[in-house]
Structure formats: structure tokens, C-alpha cells
């Protein structure tokens, strides 16, 4: 779908341009802890903050310290470069400590750079356990959200109003996992890119359009004849990646689908959908914060081991690439548990530290994963593919 | 890991080599001179602290103790809590379960050890920590992943919300080793009734783990002993803080390394009582007769250190200060932030104070204690939030009368170098020279001793403050 790639390559993509214009603003965000159907009840557009066509690192530099891993960094460069000026209000999360320490970054570089500080600027503290007052810290958290959304754009976000925004979610929700079943089939009807894109989109775009336009793809996929097997079946997870560029690069001329994948733009955020029933409010704090599903929720490795062990089973995957961005190292270590596990039960892994925005490493992550494809086919028996003809062609 | 490494168990090796030290001054000046030969790489650290008379061999002994604790817990039936600097080990000693802290036991490594902690760094590398994670847990942490130290029960985590890495390596241990896992996990905010009400919260079920752990419930006067104890300790350092406010401070540079040593292992216990008093008493009787804590007997330069000291090999850092005629005014470990040091004055709601009238009482003054722990205290929020570590280093370079603010750290802590540079310039625009240390405190090889003593030196010298 070309709205998804759009939406996936451009950070000012169309359909964020077209309700700019509208005059309704634009609330971006840091993390996939932020239920993000709170700014869609009060008709605000909530745009996940990504940090796609960096040129530069001078001003990420400036403020961050070296040892920082480079997505925050990214967005501050972007930031200060003036590419989020359309945005009307940012809330930071500390998903991580490079990304809670965008906060002061951010406000500080906007000390510098004149106008790049939004109106709204929030800090949402999203606790780091999900259980008792954990919970209800979350849950707390929400409503003062929730007032001063209120109070700052002068709006009125009821009940009802969050009501219909988890309905509205939702219906993408179940689209999103009804193409993810799809996706893990054995005769392949999209790429594992083709998923992303879609994913990805949903963090982007106005969710009506984004439901339109899934049950519009679904509609072609059902009709779609299968595109055949897959050579390779891997599922992709790890740190933080919007980059379409590294499922291409896992994906073209190799014979490899990513049929799964547990990342924080990808499914992993997108899939269940949140109660409908009940306060709204307790039902988005148990959605975001009671899955558990990153390992910043400490000490839920095993809950996490057991949700990419059903999804490899469900899609029959036969390798499994962990990516981590550098300074990571909430899912470095992770990715490393991962690996012992998954490896004692005869599942192939490959463990890779890159770093974030353009791909300058390619021909380093190209390497190991053609090395590691190699060693997926010598398991399974398959004869090597022609390298030499393939290059020749 | 090399198979030299293995052949010796950390706790154990640290253990008996410092419970030789100490009994090492117990000779003659000739005996002592003798063993200085044959521990080259240990001599420094040991002359360091030996120098400094009762207090360091106090030390020496009390640190001994804590490797022992930990070597003979399964003989004396008590269990092992791994955890870390942040978390008061007042809790343990109530419940007679025995800590051990990963920094400590790095730190120790790193000062005292000729390779330093290089080789159980990189075996936490090795069996999946990213070498990107802080050095002060992954030393110690790498020996019990190695196997190489007495068995760890469970792990008690003490800073989720305030450092990633920190947590993470905890997370890290529990799963690789199979082990209960408790977080205790902090909001952004300090000092208002919601955190206060969270922290008290999360306290409750620390003791419902620890118990559950243990098999058997705390026992409240045990802890309000301990509580007691606790409440003497923060007298005594609150005189050791005033006399580091003194131009001359009658304190060595080394005596706030062993203020918060202490704290780390044994607070709430007489045997740490009784190393504050030494220090108490050395620090008065040169105040009395005018008297500064330097060895040079010239204070030319105080600094703050905003975060943390320096450890690698041989003590170099505090070896620096003394030649360099430096006063530190202590470090955000030094301090304990109980209500009645002249410092919490600025720093409203940032403090905690004592209450043993009963069991809430207790819970809440443990559960608030142990929030304004180094680390937890002053960096869970955004840096420039009231309270938090601007106006913290603000109002301690003041009271402390600090020519400089120095920072140091590891390449592990991304919750300090996240927002370190503007930080710093924010201190700067105050009128403070700030110098930012791109080194690893417990690893030299990610900038040497040397290298780190040339930029100290130029900092310094550029800045017109040497």
C-alpha cells in the first residue's frame, strides 16, 4: 500500500500534512507506553516521534553525551533542525534513559533554537512495574494526562469520547492481527516490510484513515495469490526500529521473509486490542502498561521468552535476528537471554549491535546476515544459493 | 576467562588479602616495610589507607567483615541478597540476611587488585552483559556469573526509573542465574505525598519478598535496633559534614570514601558507629589544632564531585588530590540526606527523617531513607526539576564553598550522560567551572589513569583555578 510506505519513509507524510492543514493539532510521542487514544478523543492527531532522515548529528551531539544511544539523538537533531515546528505538543516517556533524558535535551536546546519547544510539553511517568500501585501510579498518570490535555487545548475528553477512540484503535487492532496471521501462513502473501510499513503507519496516521485504508489491503491480500514459500522464515526483534531499510536488507534477493516480529514499532504494540468494557481509563493503563511486552518492565523475562516462543512456533519461524541499537542495553542483555534460550531449543539466533537512522553499516549487517541465512540452509539441508550468479545478474 | 582466574573465588581471595591487611600495622614498622615488598600492586591503597591510623585500619577490618559475611553466610544459615549501592542494607541486617553489593565489591577489586576488575568485566561480556553496561556492577557481577563466589539467594533491584543499566544488570543476574527477583522502582518526583505514598507502598513489598524469601517475618525491635543505630550514625556524619564545609576542612580526601564505604556495608550496624567516631575524632583533634585533612598541610583548590570518585588501581585518584593539595567536599555518595545536616536546609522535601514510635513509623522512615539513597535521590527526575541535581550541586558547591564541580561516572551510565552537558552549562552560567571526566571510574582501559590525571590537570590549569 503506498499510503503505508509513504507514511513509513517520511516523517511530514501527506495524510499528517492534510489534518495540519485542518488547523487540528498534532501531539508527537516518544514511546508505546503512551495510550495514544487519549489525544484521539480530544480530535488531536498523536503522532509517534521517529527520527527517519537524519543528515546531520551536530545538534544531538550537542547536547547528548557520547555514550547515548542514537535514536534520541536522532530526534533531537531533528528537533532542533526545526522538522518537528508543525508539531503543537510532545510527550516525553521514559521508555528508556536516553529517551527520558530528551526531556531536558529538548527544552534546554530549545534554549538555542528558537521556536522548537511546543506549547504542550509533557513529561508522562510511566512506572516500571505493572502490578498494585504500580498500576494505579499508571492509572493516575493517565488522568492527569487526560487534564491537562484538557486544560491546555481546551477541549473535553469524556468517557465516551475515550470510549470510541479505544473502539476506533481497536478495529485497526484486529485488522493488524488478522494480516499478521496472514503474514505467518506458510504460503507467503506479503513481506515482512510490507507488514512493517503498515505498522508503522498506524503510528502515524488519523486512525480512521488508517482502517480505511487496512481493510482496503486487507481486501487486495485476501484476493492475492500466494507469492510461494519463503527460502528462510525470521522473525525480527529488539530495540527500538522504524527502518523499513533493515527488513529490505534481511528480505531482498536472499529468499527471506520476516514472517514475525516482536520490535516496538511493530506488532509487539499494535496487536491486542484494549478492553471495550469498563473504565476506559483502566482498561488503556492495563493494555500499555500490564503487557509487559518490553524489558523495561523488569523482571518479566520469562512472560516475554514465552510470547516470541508462541509467536516462532506460530509462524513457523526458523531463525531468529535480535537487533539492538548501541547503549541499548536493556535489550542487549535481553537479546542475550534470548539467545541462550532460544539456542538450547535449537532455534538459530544472530545477536546484532547497530546503530540507528541511516543505514551506514549495511555492508557489515549484510554480511552477518547472509552468514546467517548460510547457516539456516545448512541446517535445514537446502542447497546454498548460487552467489557468484547471483552477483553476475 | 582465563583458567588463573578461576582458580580462586573472588569473595573468598578479597576476603582473606584484606583481612591479612588489616592485621598487618598489629606488627612492627620493619615488619610492615618488609610486607610492602611483596604486595607492590596492593601497596598504594594499603599505605593509603594504614596512614591514616585507626580509622583506616578500622576500615580495612570492616571490610574484611563484609567479604566474610558473605563467604560464611551458608555455614551461619543466612541467605545472600544481591543488590545494590542504592539500597539501604539496614533491611538486611534486620532480617539477618546477608547484602552484597556489586559496586562495593567492584570498587574494592578495582583499587586493590593489579588487574583491577578487567577479568570478571569481561566474563559478564561474555555471557551476554553489552560491554555498553556500567562497569561498577559488571566487575563483581562477572565473578558470580563465573561461578566464582559464595551462591546468591535472591536479587533486590533499587533502581528502576533512575538508571537503566543499573537495574538492567540486576534484571541480568536474576535470569542468568535462576534467582527471585524484587525491583524496587521510583517515580520522577521527590518529597510530594504521591511518591512519598509510592515509596512506602513499594517498602511494604520489599519486606513481603524479603520475608517470603526468608521464611519468617521482621522482626520490628530488631529493626528499630538497627534504626537506633542508624540514628547515631547520621549525628556523627553530620559532624563530619559540617567540618567539610570548614576552609580548611580538616578532612582527607579519603575519609569521604570511607564515609560512604561504610554507609554501603554496614549502616545501622556499631561496627560502621565505630568508624565514624574514629573519623569524627582524627577530623576534631585537627580542626582543634588547625590542622587540614591534607597531607601537604595546603589546601590550594575545593571541589565537589557531583557524581561519583575515581577507583581504578592503586587509590590513584585520592593519591591526585593529596599531591595536587585538592579537598574533595565529598560526592553524591557522601551524602545521607537526613533532615538535620545544615545542606537539606536549601533542599526542601529532598531529606528524610527518623521515627521508630512504631512499626508504620519505621516502615515509612525506611522506606524514605532509602529513597534519598546516592543515585535515587538526585537523579530520578528531570535534572532541572526542584530539588534534583542541578539545584542539589548548586546548593552544595555554595554551603561547601567549591572552587569547581567535577564530574565523573562510567561509559554505563546513559541516565547521567543524557543530559551531563547541558547540565554542566547550566552550573556554568552560575559562575562554577564544571569539568566533565570522559573516563570509566572503575576501568582504565577506557581512559587511562594517566591520560584522566593529564586532563584534570589541564581543566586546572586553563581555567586558572591551579
Redesign the interface.
Known amino acids: 500500500m503506498k499510503i503505508f510506505q509513504e507514511a513509513a519513509a517520511h516523517i511530514q507524510c501527506q495524510s499528517v500534512m492534510d489534518w495540519k492543514a485542518t488547523g487540528k493539532p498534532i501531539v508527537g510521542y516518544t514511546c508505546s507506553y503512551l495510550p495514544a487514544e487519549i489525544l484521539y478523543a480530544a480530535d488531536i492527531l498523536p503522532l509517534r516521534l521517529r527520527a527517519i532522515e537524519t543528515d546531520g548529528m551536530d545538534i544531538g551531539d550537542?547536547?547528548?553525551?557520547?555514550?547515548?544511544?542514537s535514536f534520541?539523538k536522532c530526534l533531537l537533531q531533528l528537533v532542533g533542525s526545526g522538522h518537528f515546528k508543525f508539531i503543537d505538543g510532545a510527550v516525553i516517556t521514559?521508555g528508556?534513559?536516553?529517551i527520558?533524558?530528551?526531556?531536558?535535551?529538548w527544552r534546554?536546546a530549545g534554549e538555542d533554537y528558537e521556536g522548537i519547544v511546543p506549547g504542550f510539553f509533557y513529561?508522562f511517568?510511566a512506572?516500571?512495574?505493572a502490578e498494585?500501585?504500580?498500576m494505579d501510579?499508571f492509572v493516575?498518570e493517565i488522568e492527569t494526562l487526560v487534564a491537562e490535555v484538557e486544560d491546555h487545548f481546551q477541549v473535553e475528553i469524556s468517557n465516551e469520547k475515550l470510549h470510541a477512540a479505544i473502539v476506533e484503535y481497536n478495529k485497526a487492532r484486529r485488522m493488524l492481527d488478522t494480516v499478521e496471521s496472514m503474514r505467518a501462513d506458510k504460503e507467503m502473501v506479503l513481506s515482512g516490510a510490507d507488514m512493517f510499513a503498515a505498522t508503522i503507519a498506524g503510528t502515524a496516521l488519523p486512525r480512521d484513515v488508517f482502517s480505511e485504508q487496512m481493510a482496503r489491503w486487507m481486501a487486495i491480500l485476501k484476493q492475492k495469490p500466494p507469492l510461494g514459500s519463503p527460502r528462510h522464515r525470521i522473525m525480527l526483534l529488539g530495540s527500538i526500529s522504524d527502518d523499513l531499510e533493515l527488513f529490505q536488507l534481511i528480505e531482498s534477493d536472499t529468499g527471506a521473509v520476516v514472517v514475525a516480529d516482536n520490535l516496538c514499532f511493530g506488532v509487539r504494540a499494535g496487536g491486542e486490542p484494549v478492553e471495550e468494557a469498563g473504565d476506559p481509563v483502566e482498561a488503556l493503563a492495563r493494555h500499555y502498561l500490564g503487557g509487559s511486552t518490553c524489558?523495561?518492565l523488569?523482571?518479566k523475562?520469562?512472560h516475554r521468552l514465552a510470547l516470541v516462543k508462541e509467536k516462532i512456533a506460530k509462524a513457523l519461524v526458523d531463525g531468529v535476528i535480535m537487533q539492538?541499537i548501541?547503549?541499548?542495553?536493556?535489550h542487549?542483555?535481553e537479546?542475550?537471554?534470548f539467545?541462550?534460550d532460544l539456542e538450547a531449543l535449537g532455534i538459530p539466533c544472530l545477536r546484532l549491535?547497530r546503530e540507528y537512522g541511516p543505514m551506514t553499516d549495511r555492508g557489515r549487517l549484510k554480511l552477518r546476515i547472509s552468514a546467517f541465512l548460510e547457516r539456516l540452509d545448512r541446517q535445514s539441508g537446502k542447497p546454498r544459493p548460487d552467489f557468484r550468479s547471483r552477483a553476475a545478474n | 576467562m582465563r583458567s588463573a582466574i578461576k582458580a580462586y573465588n573472588y569473595d573468598w581471595m578479597m576476603g582473606s588479602l584484606l583481612e591479612a591487611a588489616a592485621k598487618l600495622p598489629a606488627g612492627t614498622a620493619k615488619e610492615t616495610a618488609l610486607a610492602f615488598n611483596h604486595i607492590p600492586y596492593f601497596k598504594a591503597p594499603l599505605e593509603a589507607l594504614i596512614e591514616t591510623g585507626p580509622p583506616g585500619i578500622h576500615f580495612l577490618n570492616l571490610l574484611s567483615k563484609y567479604y566474610k559475611n558473605i563467604v560464611n553466610a551458608r555455614n551461619d544459615g543466612k541467605k545472600i541478597a544481591a543488590t545494590t549501592f542504592c539500597s539501604s542494607p539496614v533491611i538486611f541486617y534486620a532480617m539477618d540476611i546477608v547484602p552484597l553489593t556489586f559496586e562495593v565489591l567492584t570498587a574494592i577489586g578495582a583499587m586493590v587488585w593489579k588487574r583491577g576488575m578487567f577479568d570478571y568485566m569481561d566474563y559478564g561480556c561474555e555471557v551476554g552483559m553489552p560491554e555498553t553496561s556500567c562497569s561498577s556492577q559488571r566487575g563483581a557481577l562477572g565473578a558470580y556469573l563465573a561461578g566464582l563466589g559464595a551462591s546468591i539467594d535472591f536479587v533486590v533491584c533499587d533502581t528502576p526509573g533512575v538508571c537503566d543499566t543499573n537495574a538492567n544488570a540486576f534484571v541480568f543476574a536474576a535470569e542468568y542465574l535462576d534467582k527471585p527477583f524484587f525491583q524496587l522502582n521510583y517515580p520522577s518526583t521527590l518529597g510530594d505525598d504521591r511518591s512519598q505514598a509510592y515509596h512506602v507502598k513499594d517498602y511494604q513489598a520489599l519486606i513481603a519478598f524479603l520475608e517470603n524469601q526468608i521464611g519468617k517475618t521482621l522482626d520490628y525491635n530488631k529493626l528499630e535496633a538497627h534504626l537506633q543505630e542508624v540514628e547515631v550514625q547520621d549525628a556523627i556524619t553530620a559532624d563530619l559534614e559540617d567540618m567539610l564545609m570548614l576552609v580548611p576542612t580538616p578532612i582527607p580526601p579519603i575519609y569521604t570514601l570511607m564515609i560512604y564505604s561504610g554507609r554501603f556495608c554496614f549502616a545501622g550496624h556499631p561496627e560502621y558507629t565505630r568508624l565514624l567516631e574514629l573519623l569524627r575524632e582524627t577530623a576534631q583533634k585537627r580542626m582543634a589544632e588547625g590542622i587540614p585533612g591534607l597531607k601537604a598541610g595546603v589546601e590550594n583548590l575545593r571541589v565537589l564531585m557531583c557524581y561519583i570518585d575515581h577507583y581504578t588501581v592503586d587509590m590513584n585518584f585520592y593519591n591526585y588530590l593529596e599531591m595536587r593539595g585538592i579537598a574533595t567536599t565529598g560526592s553524591i555518595l557522601t551524602r545521607n540526606f537526613r533532615d538535620d545536616n545544615k545542606y537539606c536546609g536549601p533542599l526542601e522535601g529532598s531529606c528524610y527523617g527518623m521515627d521508630t514510635s512504631s512499626p508504620e513509623a519505621m516502615l515509612d522512615t525506611m522506606a524514605q531513607m532509602n529513597a534519598r539513597l546516592p543515585m535515587v535521590r538526585s537523579i530520578r527526575g528531570p535534572y532541572d526539576q526542584h530539588g534534583m541535581w542541578l539545584e542539589e550541586c548548586l546548593a552544595l558547591a555554595r554551603l561547601y564553598q567549591a572552587d569547581c564541580i567535577i564530574y565523573n561516572g562510567t561509559p554505563g551510565c546513559r541516565n547521567t550522560w543524557g543530559m551531563v552537558k547541558p547540565f554542566a552549562r547550566d552550573i556554568e552560567k552560575q559562575g562554577i567551572p564544571v569539568h566533565i571526566m570522559n573516563d570509566d571510574a572503575f576501568d582504565d582501559r577506557v581512559e587511562s589513569w594517566e591520560a584522566t590525571r593529564e586532563r584534570l590537570d589541564e581543566f586546572f590549569t586553563v581555567r586558572g583555578l591551579l
Open positions: 550537542a547536547y547528548f553525551g557520547p555514550f547515548i544511544c534520541p521514559p528508556c534513559d536516553g527520558r533524558r530528551l526531556d531536558e535535551c534546554k513529561y511517568d512506572p516500571h512495574k498494585g500501585h504500580g501510579w493516575e524489558p523495561r523488569y523482571g523475562y520469562k539492538n548501541r547503549f541499548c542495553d536493556l542487549g542483555a537479546n542475550a537471554l539467545e541462550r549491535e
